[in-house]
């Protein structure tokens, strides 16, 4: 989602989804060996633990 007006202080969250997507491909690559794929699914279990520790305490909004 994109924001429809200036602000101040925008994370970048195309390159966490960038990174996410690049994990993904790298943990399924038949070319990498499994210790390979498993640092892989590491790092990405780590972003989705650190993602559900930040939503703990996230706002409701009307529209969700």
Known sequence: MEYDRPIIYSPDSKGALKAIT???YE????YNDG???SIMKRRLIQ???SVDKALVDAPVFADQ
Request: overall charge negative; aromatic content about 8%; glycine content about 0%.
């Open 22 to 24: 690049d994990l993904h």
């Open 27 to 30: 943990m399924n690559n038949p």
């Open 35 to 37: 210790f390979t794929s």
């Open 47 to 49: 972003i989705k633990e």
